[in-house]
């Protein structure tokens, strides 16, 4: 393998390589040589657009530590005075970057699921690897998810960006991530327990872009995955627009409409009205955002729809009426309210038979990571990617 290229995924020859405890493809071409390490920390690495989630495990270790910080980097703003941001520093991250922005300019490193700021990215990858604790002569090696038919340059961006950061890299498809890190291999053989990666149609809608994958035990095509920038950040601009239309003297920032969104948001019928009370001029006033909040999330319901249509069409023959019965939400969009029943009702009512749609629930958060780290541990000494400028 060329070390000057970063490959866009762990991409076997073979379609149904199986995901096992041999790896999770075949041998991808001869592996990068290098010193031997004095050891190796994997890593799990769900780089997302509003937040990320690490998971670490060290060598001849069981345990797992995990931790989620928001994508956001905060450069000091020019002429600040002493005092003001802790230990004088210039470059903020995460929450700390969120509690200082009056004096910040904060930096979203990913937008719509990819690098947008290359900078900004390698000083996140960069304050990330500062986290993990390892020895001197320790081999970093990351699986790092990526949007479903990521493109060339978004995976070339995110090579700028971990160069000289971690020593290999997978890229992985995050909805398969997904589905690895929800499977539960205690179950596995237990009856009545369906395993995810089996066969599924996974749904992650993230902040940036929803990825809808189908896993049936092998590493997924092309065509067995779609994705799409519409995703929590388009619902927040939606959101937004119905806001300023209705009450054109109201201006809310994109924290505020995004605490919003993930309080109160629905499809479908709403149980009761949205009535929410913000600031404007410096007085406290009550906004209906009912119609608001169900028109943006609508729209992201009918984008679902539409592209699990689209695989469950593609799917083969024999495998669907399984496949139909494991739909499964995840990501941050999955806590809308009745986005499963929803989602449910529309594919009962267009003739499918017998769909069932699930919600992986409060640990949506770790799944991909978690995923990531399974395949890390998975994988073969030839698919990891050697970093090199």
């Avoid at 937008?111 to 081999?139: K, L, M, Y």
């Avoid at 609508?298 to 729809?305: D, F, R, S």
Wanted: hydrophobic share 40%.
């Amino acid at each position: 393998m060329r070390s000057s290229t970063l490959m866009p995924s762990v991409e076997p020859t073979d379609r149904k390589a199986a995901v096992n405890g041999r790896g999770i493809t075949p041998a991808m071409a001869e592996p990068a040589r290098r010193p031997t390490a004095v050891s190796t920390v994997l890593v799990g690495f769900d780089w997302g657009t509003n937040k990320s989630c690490i998971q670490v495990v060290k060598p001849g270790t069981e345990g797992i530590a995990t931790t989620v910080v928001p994508t956001v980097v905060g450069y000091a703003k020019d002429g600040i005075v002493d005092g003001i941001l802790p230990g004088e520093g210039r470059t903020f991250f995460g929450e700390e970057a969120l509690k200082y922005r009056m004096h910040l300019r904060l930096v979203q490193p990913m937008i719509d699921g990819v690098i947008n700021d290359v900078a900004a990215s390698r000083d996140f990858a960069q304050h990330i690897r500062s986290q993990i604790a390892s020895e001197t002569g320790t081999e970093i090696r990351a699986v790092i998810g990526m949007p479903a038919n990521a493109e060339r340059a978004a995976r070339e961006n995110l090579r700028q960006a971990v160069n000289g950061v971690f020593d290999r890299v997978l890229l992985v498809p995050e909805p398969f991530l997904a589905a690895l890190g929800y499977r539960d291999e205690s179950r596995l053989g237990q009856e009545g327990y369906v395993d995810p990666v089996s066969n599924s149609l996974f749904v992650d809608i993230g902040g940036g872009t929803t990825d809808v994958c189908m896993v049936q035990g092998y590493y997924p095509t092309a065509e067995d995955q779609i994705s799409f920038a519409f995703a929590g950040d388009k619902v927040d601009a939606l959101i937004d627009e119905g806001i300023r239309k209705t009450y054109p003297d109201v201006q809310l920032s994109n924290l505020k409409i995004r605490e919003i969104k993930e309080k109160h948001s629905y499809v479908g019928k709403a149980e009761n009205p949205v009535v929410v009370s913000v600031i404007v001029g410096g007085k406290m006033r009550k906004l209906d955002v009912t119609a608001q909040i169900g028109a943006a999330t609508e729209a992201l319901l009918m984008e679902i729809y539409e592209a699990v249509k689209t695989l469950i069409v593609r799917a083969n023959p024999d495998t669907v009426a399984e496949l139909l019965e494991n739909i499964v939400l995840t990501g941050g969009g999955s806590r809308i309210r009745n986005l499963d029943k929803e989602l449910q009702r529309l594919l009962t009512e267009e003739g499918f038979e017998a769909p069932r749609v699930h919600v992986v629930g409060d640990g949506y958060k770790e799944f991909v990571a978690k995923g990531a780290l399974k395949a890390a541990r998975q994988a073969k000494e030839t698919q990891w990617q050697q970093i090199v400028g």
